[in-house]
């Protein structure tokens, strides 16, 4: 039996690999510096439509912890996002108007990029609102990390999503361009969160956050899952099954020890929860590009237009990476 | 010839060659002789880079460079012919110090040299009498010595581990070439240049060599095992700090350990991590010296290291998260994070039994944090510590996982809390809390039916849900009642608690500390039971298994 799933888990592999490349084909170079890439560079893989806003921080911020190269697929900004992009020297740029949905939500796009340019790099595939939070991420850089990562012979490095959101009505709290989107939304739920065992990909599935106790919580197992997986040392033979949630082979899912043990691990923290959600909610309802016909969108115009408060008694306040592993949420393992 | 210092240093290089070269001027401008082993493997233009950077320096040498591969025979050899050149070049040199490019030294080199000043005639190495050698990290001990090694352990591990096997198995002995008595220890070491100079000039090398050129990492027992021939005084202990973890592996050092490495009893420390600026910064400019002295914790290093160690191997119980996820099944460890009371049916026999619960053990007890509807925290909270929500779909969703949130977001407070038949409860929760030495239940059965008997007429329908309570607090009671039980039961019937509460609930509540608290406060009132047992008459006729009207009756 192991044998024949074994068999099954490489052909859906090879599959996705075929059909990154079909999906690849809609990509169109806009500005190409990959040739500035180094060996032992650490890179970025980012999709995204219209976050002009978002950019300028979300850049500096990994600049500031190592990263040295950006592969960014640009779909279908209208805001001057390309433009923006384009002008940056460590950015490579491809644009695309096919469907985000077609192409799994943009992973397929992403898994030709990381197949071509990311093979034997460590590469960081993360969201323009997701913010990497590492044990001594304020002493020590990426590249101490990976690494580290390296010589214990680990490939794939967990780091759960952590909803952040303002305390107040989310409009109240508008964002500027290069701010710290953390100034605004500043609070986290520290203990609620749900972990199943995925028996056949072996990855951990993680729900909970405020999403699932504010937004939705008559219909628990609807809420997005938070287990990522974005800091891989890439191969040709890697693939994200789907979103940065999994990976193939499902050896890189095994970012968690199951003998009592704690592997070191990282948060996501999570920028979505700013003003601009509420434009963005509107907007994806209409495109119906995203996950489970934009449900999660449907909820949050729903609640957020509203005026709906996510901030309650028990928030806690974001400090460091120190609180949130002493929380729990992530953990230095044997990293000393 | 020019004039140097008393102490000779030997890098052994292979990564990072400008850190080394850094370190190597630290010890040159000091006076100091460096002799630089430059790895094979290391590329010639790597190699002309670093003679460039150091330019020409009359205590500066190269040694003849040797493939040196984890473990192997020729990281010996390396250290040997450099310690040749120093003790051939530099006859003023009294001590020589082994060290890796790796290597960054603590404290100004005038400290080592007036501390190796006052101690000419002492070698510094960790040499470790293997049969007390109990502190190897993973890996063998005796047997390094008795037994051949042809495969290499990082390459071809599969083969090495089965040629450990099948020479057990044929009870292979290689014999220890006498006189020697094997030692092992930390690879670092510090000789005079008499003890160096008769192990390099021993008549019976060639002999010793052959026979530690089959050992396994060699460069852990060759001088370890050797200098106790020749030693007049040994120090067993290296004057470099390494910290291994669990795989043999050296702790890196960061940035951010300079305070710690300032706490040490060591000259050196390995390894450092190639871009760890600070520390370069720090230790290689004249700033130790204008600081103010700290005192050396070497403890205090120990202790930092043994944490992370037991952090990755045992982990933080009773906690559930993305990097550590221990099955739920897992057999006489703690599941949660911390003790917690769960009471069944005390509260239909008592007057208000969770206020006095909380006012007696101190506590912020819970009603039924399973009821039907929602989740009843303390004080009817919408939402508790670790912002969990009161939400029944949420709890019902994970309901193992409601539990060990709650338990670790209140770690440091005892939870109290009720449950009962009929509370939405897996079985499989029971078992949970049965298996855990963190949870203490109490169980008062047949309690279940006095709600009923205050509320409501005996219909039919009433009968078949009392019988669906008592079957699933029969099935209870076989988890709890189990062999393998790892939390504190107590289990009484209602006639077993109406006979004497006092006694009972004293009990209880003393394993708690109450006992203060009982004093105080006292007893809970009796809720009204008047004409119970005519009810359990009336059930019993019914058509209601009769064990009930019995347990209460005994």
């Keep these: 039996m192991s044998v024949l799933r074994q068999l099954r888990l490489r052909s859906e592999r090879h599959r996705k690999l075929l059909r990154k490349l079909r999906k690849s084909l809609s990509l169109r170079a806009r500005v190409n510096r990959t040739d500035r890439i180094r060996t032992r560079d650490i890179l970025a893989c980012v999709t995204l439509r219209n976050e002009a806003p978002r950019l300028p921080y979300f850049l500096d911020y990994y600049r500031a912890q190592g990263v040295q190269h950006f592969l960014v697929v640009d779909n279908g900004s209208e805001d001057g996002s390309v433009e923006l992009l384009e002008k940056e020297r460590d950015v490579s740029l491809w644009v695309t108007q096919a469907s985000y949905k077609a192409a799994g939500f943009g992973i397929d796009w992403q898994n030709h990029l990381l197949w071509r340019y990311g093979a034997g790099h460590w590469v960081l595939t993360v969201d323009v609102d997701e913010f990497l939070v590492y044990p001594f991420c304020d002493s020590r850089p990426l590249h101490a990390l990976t690494d580290w990562l390296e010589s214990q012979g680990r490939r794939s490095f967990a780091a759960m999503l952590l909803d952040m959101y303002p305390k107040g009505p989310i409009g109240a709290q508008p964002y500027r361009p290069g701010q710290d989107p953390f100034e605004i939304a500043r609070w986290f739920d520290a203990g609620n969160y749900i972990i199943h065992r995925n028996p056949l990909y072996h990855n951990l599935w993680i729900q909970g956050g405020v999403r699932q106790r504010a937004i939705m919580p008559e219909t628990p197992?609807?809420?997005?899952?938070?287990?990522?997986?974005?800091?891989?040392?890439?191969?040709?033979?890697?693939?994200?099954?789907?979103?940065?949630?999994?990976?193939?082979?499902?050896?890189?899912?095994?970012?968690?020890?199951?003998?009592?043990?704690?592997?070191?691990?990282?948060?996501?923290?999570?920028?979505?929860?700013?003003?601009?959600?509420?434009?963005?909610?509107?907007?994806?309802?209409?495109?119906?590009?995203?996950?489970?016909?934009?449900?999660?969108?449907?909820?949050?115009?729903?609640?957020?237009?509203?005026?709906?408060?996510?901030?309650?008694?028990?928030?806690?306040?974001?400090?460091?990476?120190?609180?949130?592993?002493?929380?729990g949420l992530m953990s230095k393992g044997d990293w000393a | 010839m020019t004039a140097s210092?008393?102490?000779?240093?030997?890098?052994?290089?292979?990564?990072?060659?400008?850190?080394?070269?850094?370190?190597?001027?630290?010890?040159?401008?000091?006076?100091?002789?460096?002799?630089?082993?430059?790895?094979?493997?290391?590329?010639?233009?790597?190699?002309?880079?670093?003679?460039?950077?150091?330019?020409?320096?009359?205590?500066?040498?190269?040694?003849?460079?040797?493939?040196?591969?984890?473990g192997s025979w020729n990281i010996v050899?390396?250290?040997?012919?450099?310690?040749?050149?120093?003790?051939?070049?530099?006859?003023?040199?009294?001590?020589?110090?082994?060290?890796?490019?790796?290597?960054?030294?603590?404290?100004?080199?005038?400290?080592?040299?007036?501390?190796?000043?006052?101690?000419?005639?002492?070698?510094?190495?960790?040499?470790?009498?293997?049969?007390?050698?109990?502190?190897?990290?993973?890996?063998?001990?005796?047997?390094?010595?008795?037994?051949?090694?042809?495969?290499?352990?990082?390459?071809?591990?599969?083969?090495?581990?089965?040629?450990?096997?099948?020479?057990?198995?044929?009870?292979?002995?290689?014999?220890?070439?006498?006189?020697?008595?094997?030692?092992?220890?930390?690879?670092?070491?510090?000789?005079?240049?008499?003890?160096?100079?008769?192990?390099?000039?021993?008549?019976?090398?060639?002999?010793?060599?052959?026979?530690?050129?089959?050992?396994?990492?060699?460069?852990?027992?060759?001088?370890?095992?050797?200098?106790?021939?020749h030693d007049r005084r040994v120090?067993?202990?290296?004057?470099?700090?390494?910290?291994?973890?669990?795989?043999?592996?050296?702790?890196?050092?960061?940035?951010?350990?300079?305070?710690?490495?300032?706490?040490?009893?060591?000259?050196?420390?390995?390894?450092?991590?190639?871009?760890?600026?600070?520390?370069?910064?720090?230790?290689?400019?004249?700033?130790?010296?204008?600081?103010?002295?700290?005192?050396?914790?070497?403890?205090?290093?120990?202790?930092?290291?043994?944490?992370?160690?037991?952090?990755?191997?045992?982990?933080?119980?009773?906690?559930?998260?993305q990097s550590r996820f221990p099955s739920f099944d897992t057999v006489g460890t703690a599941r949660t994070a911390g003790?917690?009371?769960?009471?069944?049916g005390f509260e239909h026999l008592f007057e208000n039994f969770e206020h006095w619960l909380g006012q007696v053990t101190g506590t912020r007890p819970h009603g039924h944090l399973y009821a039907p509807d929602r989740v009843q925290f303390h004080g009817g909270a919408q939402v508790w510590h670790g912002a969990l929500s009161a939400s029944g779909a949420i709890r019902d969703y994970n309901p193992y996982m409601f539990l060990t949130n709650l338990l670790w977001a209140t770690r440091g407070e005892v939870q109290c809390f009720l449950f009962g038949?009929?509370?939405?409860?897996?079985?499989?929760?029971?078992?949970?809390?049965?298996?855990?030495?963190?949870?203490?239940?109490?169980?008062?059965?047949?309690?279940?039916?006095?709600?009923?008997?205050?509320?409501?007429?005996?219909?039919?329908?009433?009968?078949?849900?009392?019988?669906?309570?008592?079957?699933?607090?029969?099935?209870?009671?076989?988890?709890?009642?189990?062999?393998?039980?790892?939390?504190?039961?107590?289990?009484?019937?209602?006639?077993?608690?109406?006979?004497?509460p006092e006694a009972r609930l004293r009990a209880i509540i003393e394993a708690m500390d109450g006992a203060a608290g009982l004093s105080v406060h006292g007893l809970p009132a009796l809720r009204p039971m008047e004409g119970f047992d005519r009810y359990l008459v009336q059930l019993r006729d019914k058509g209601l298994p009769p064990a009930i009207l019995k347990e209460f009756q005994c």
């Design chain 1, 221 to 327: 197992g609807e809420a997005p899952a938070l287990n990522k997986i974005p800091l891989v040392h890439w191969s040709r033979k890697y693939v994200y099954k789907s979103s940065t949630h999994m990976l193939l082979p499902r050896g890189l899912n095994k970012v968690y020890d199951e003998s009592g043990g704690e592997l070191a691990s990282g948060v996501l923290l999570h920028a979505k929860f700013l003003d601009m959600i509420v434009d963005k909610a509107e907007e994806e309802m209409t495109r119906g590009q995203h996950y489970a016909g934009s449900r999660e969108y449907r909820a949050y115009r729903e609640t957020l237009a509203g005026g709906q408060d996510l901030w309650c008694d028990w928030s806690s306040e974001y400090i460091n990476w120190r609180q949130l592993e002493i929380l």
């Design chain 2, 235 to 321: 120090e067993n202990r290296s004057l470099t700090l390494v910290k291994f973890d669990r795989n043999g592996r050296p702790y890196l050092f960061y940035d951010d350990h300079l305070q710690l490495l300032r706490r040490s009893d060591c000259f050196l420390a390995r390894k450092i991590w190639p871009e760890a600026d600070k520390l370069y910064d720090f230790f290689l400019s004249d700033q130790p010296t204008r600081l103010p002295p700290v005192t050396p914790e070497p403890a205090k290093i120990d202790r930092y290291f043994e944490l992370a160690e037991k952090q990755r191997f045992e982990g933080r119980a009773g906690l559930y998260m």
């Design chain 2, 77 to 229: 050899r390396a250290s040997q012919d450099a310690a040749e050149v120093m003790l051939g070049d530099f006859p003023e040199v009294g001590h020589v110090l082994l060290s890796s490019g790796s290597c960054l030294p603590l404290r100004p080199a005038e400290e080592l040299l007036a501390f190796l000043r006052d101690r000419p005639d002492t070698d510094f190495i960790e040499s470790v009498s293997i049969n007390h050698a109990t502190w190897i990290m993973g890996g063998l001990s005796e047997e390094r010595f008795t037994l051949y090694f042809p495969f290499g352990w990082r390459r071809q591990r599969w083969l090495f581990d089965t040629a450990v096997e099948v020479q057990r198995k044929l009870e292979i002995r290689r014999e220890v070439p006498r006189p020697l008595d094997p030692h092992m220890g930390s690879q670092w070491w510090c000789l005079t240049r008499a003890t160096l100079q008769a192990i390099l000039t021993d008549p019976k090398r060639p002999r010793y060599e052959r026979y530690f050129r089959r050992n396994w990492i060699p460069d852990e027992s060759y001088f370890q095992t050797l200098v106790r021939l």
């Design chain 2, 5 to 70: 210092a008393p102490l000779g240093i030997i890098m052994l290089c292979h990564t990072a060659l400008p850190r080394a070269a850094q370190v190597a001027r630290f010890w040159l401008r000091a006076g100091c002789p460096v002799v630089l082993h430059v790895d094979r493997a290391v590329p010639e233009r790597e190699l002309e880079g670093l003679r460039a950077d150091l330019g020409s320096e009359p205590l500066l040498r190269f040694s003849p460079r040797h493939r040196c591969e984890w």
């Design chain 2, 421 to 500: 038949p009929e509370d939405r409860l897996p079985d499989g929760l029971v078992d949970f809390m049965t298996h855990d030495p963190n949870a203490r239940i109490s169980v008062l059965t047949g309690a279940y039916l006095l709600p009923y008997f205050r509320g409501r007429k005996v219909d039919g329908d009433l009968l078949h849900h009392i019988g669906e309570m008592q079957r699933r607090e029969q099935a209870w009671l076989t988890i709890l009642r189990s062999r393998w039980v790892q939390a504190q039961v107590e289990i009484c019937s209602l006639g077993e608690m109406l006979a004497d």
């Design chain 2, 339 to 344: 003790p917690y009371a769960a009471f069944s």
